[in-house]
């Protein structure tokens, strides 16, 4: 897990920020350069394989062939090494960086099928002067470039190239303004918030010959390897061998490793599962050691720590809390510097704070509980999908069913789940039973545009399935993937999810809808394959609070005074991303009377407010060729 970076062309020589990446690569530096081809390549390395200096990078493979620049983690490299090993590649180091190299040589651009983990990764081949770039089929890391005639760079995040040359970019006032709107669907495009900067989408590669880039979708969602079997039973235990060999391979590590514990079911299944290893896990820690960590909002309707305290106890481990506080001045400005672009939400301090938590127990490696909501209907936001499918045709027991799963999902002083989801219910029932209310019949959603790298799948016309493809791949995994990210990475912390294993998110994504959500529950059948691992105060609870920031405490009270400030200044008021004055004056309303919905338009203006700042320090550099000069 690192930080990769890379020119090739006329600007080669110029000087590069790999500084900028540090955060993701606190344990090495390097670089490799070819004046005979212009070509720089530049890693900063986090050391989780092979500890020793045959792990470091840039890695020079197959007798200099090729030259490799890596971030992430092949999971599956062992077997893939052995196999290469048997038709004659011999291997010098115990990494997966040299395994990528010996794949790629052997099956080509086809390699990228037999990974399994995730990934970004440069590859340049010094006998054809090939640049090749890849990034995992999901887009877990992160991967940017920037190309024009003659020139193209690279680098794990956007402002490492907005620091390298601040004059060549300009801001994409189009994506700004939509975080402030607190929409994430440009996340499933090649967009970043600068215009010259595009990203790799997840799934896709990138070919460079010196003259032109040829990008490609490399991997589109598939059916399942193996059958769906008929029955829910059949479903349930082949979901729980998928998970087991998930965590399995993921639990590949010469550091230690822990879980992160929200007390939910995702992160305690997770848990769960690697508890069931925990001597394989503790021989990693120099202490013997293995621990969970959990974030506790002391007095706010967020906090589950009594229930992930109360798990630890269950699977006798160590659990470590984090009480996280509203945040200081100096923490906002430190995330927001570390966060790579504006975010719409504030839920990322409790994130960013957590993985500064972690690192500071001396545990680089955890495992995650990230993706079943997405691919399962877990959240709210896919009641009005699932009751759109039951409508089609119209299932009254279905209905009622979806109705009562999401509608029992919880009750706070300033949310009603019960009351949303009547709603949502009485309003699609009229628009299908009375069209003539509001002129219109029920659409199957935004249609999917060109823009996007992953197309809708064509055959595919249930609005309950699309809602959950759009999910995996345009609008929710994506900004969650790249938020982890960077909470994780600003700490050089490596993050892993086992849900989002590819195996295991093609059979779900192929799974009938009533065995996702059914029989009164959101995800069930994970709560099923785990019965016996995790206890029932979890498994069968129906209330859905989801991770954030307990922004409406937080609003209403220590950060009130900082957002009305913020929302006063002159700047903020003539933001062209946002509408100033509304929000200043909509902000003293709310909190009069404060709605949970609400309270989500506020954070990202003032994000972006903020943000602004930070990058406009790139532009006031002076020094060297337009851009930042090496740290010392």
Known sequence: MCGIAGVCGEDYDLPFPLHALAHRGPDARGEWRSSADRVWLGHRRLAILDLSPKGHQPMSCLDHRYQVVFNGEIYNFLALRS???????????????????????????????????????????????????????????????HHREGNLSFASEVQALHRWQPGLFSVNEAVVRRIGQVVSDWHGTAETYLNQVSTLPGGCCLRWDGRRAEQRVWYRLRAPQDPIPADF??????????????????????????????????????????????????????????????????????????????????????????????????????????????????????????FEFIRGHGVKVTLDGQGPDEIMGGYFSALQPA???????????????????????????????????????????KRR?????????????????????????????????????????QD??????????????????????????????????????????????????????????????????????????????????????????????????QDPAFDGPFLRDDFQRWCQRPQWGESFRYWGPVDIFLWRQHVSGFHRVSGQAGGYAEAS
Request: hydrophobic content about 40%.
């Open 476 to 573: 929710s995994i994506p900004p969650i993937l790249q938020h982890f990210d960077r909470c994780s990475m600003a700490h050089g912390v490596e993050n892993r999810m086992p849900f989002m294993d590819y195996r295991l998110v093609e059979f779900v994504m192929a799974l009938p809808n009533d065995s996702r959500v059914g029989r009164g529950f959101s995800k069930r059948i994970l709560r099923h394959a785990v019965r016996d691992i995790v206890p029932d105060f979890i498994r069968t609870d129906r209330r859905k609070i989801g991770f954030n920031a307990p922004t409406v405490e937080w609003f209403l009270g220590p950060l009130r005074q900082m957002m009305s400030d913020i929302m006063s200044s002159s700047l903020f008021l």
């Open 233 to 354: 039973e059949g479903q349930a235990r082949h979901l729980r061998v998928l998970l087991e060999e998930s965590c399995q391979l993921r639990l590949q590590s010469d550091v230690p490793l822990g879980t992160c514990l929200s007390g939910g079911l995702d992160s305690s299944t997770i848990t769960a599962l690697v508890a069931n290893h925990r001597q394989r896990v503790m021989a990693r820690s120099a202490k013997g050691e293995y621990a969970a960590f959990c974030v506790s909002f002391p007095g706010t309707t967020l906090d589950e720590v009594d229930k992930a305290r109360q798990l630890a106890r269950h699977l006798h481990i160590d659990l470590r809390v984090l009480e996280v506080e509203p945040p200081q001045p100096d923490d906002i400005q430190g995330m927001i510097a570390d966060q790579d672009g504006p975010v719409s939400v504030l839920g990322q301090y409790p994130i960013w704070k957590l």
């Open 433 to 473: 039973f009375l069209p003539a209310a509001d002129g219109g019949a029920i659409s199957p959603g935004p249609e999917n545009g060109s823009r996007f790298s992953h197309s809708l799948p064509a055959e595919e016309t249930d609005p309950f399935r699309l809602a959950l493809y759009r999910a995996l791949m």
């Open 83 to 145: 196999e290469l090993e048997d038709v004659g590649y011999v291997f010098r180091s115990e990494s997966d960086t040299e395994v990528i190299a010996a794949a790629f040589d052997r099956w080509g651009e086809a390699c990228q099928h037999r990974f399994n983990g995730m990934w970004a990764f440069a590859l340049w081949d010094t006998r054809d002067k090939i640049l090749f770039l890849s990034r995992d089929r999901y887009g877990k890391k992160p991967l940017y470039f």
């Open 387 to 429: 009751l759109e499918s039951a409508l089609r045709p119209f299932d009254p027991l279905r209905f009622m069913d979806l109705w009562r799963t999401y509608a029992r999902q919880g009750e706070n002083a300033f949310d009603s789940r019960f009351a949303s989801a009547s709603r949502v219910a009485l309003s699609l029932l």
